[in-house]
């Protein structure tokens, strides 16, 4: 499974930003999602959906973060509004493995930056 991520990038804070990430490849399993990690931090998970359209989010981003997929075109969006510099990271799509909740697949990361 291959995944492609896009839409990072600089804006000032309280501005928006829309990630998108496709997945090409073999089948996956049901849940795709969004981590980050901020420089010098560890991988933190962001928002998740199941197949069925079901979201999880971290409790930092509940109110400002969308999660959203498209089963027919394989894609997940992460729609961020109100951005804070506490959300610049690099953020990193991912999807499950078939059968089972792991998060086999990654995607290359794009980053988002966002100033004071």
């Known amino acids: 499974v291959q995944l492609q991520a896009s839409g990072g990038g600089l804006v000032q804070a309280g501005a928006s930003l829309r990630l998108s990430c496709a997945a090409s490849?073999?089948?996956?399993?049901?849940?795709m999602g969004w981590f980050r990690q901020a420089p010098g931090k560890e991988r933190k998970f962001v928002a998740a959906?199941?197949?069925?359209?079901?979201?999880t989010y971290t409790d930092s981003v509940k109110g400002r973060f969308t999660i959203s997929r498209d089963n027919a075109k394989n894609t997940v969006v992460l729609q961020m509004n109100n951005l804070k510099p506490d959300d610049t990271a690099v953020y990193y799509c991912a999807a499950s493995e078939e059968g089972s909740a792991s998060w086999g697949y990654w995607g290359q990361g794009t980053l988002v930056t966002v100033s004071s």
């Open positions: 959906t199941t197949y069925n359209g079901s979201p």
């Open positions: 490849g073999r089948t996956f399993g049901s849940f």
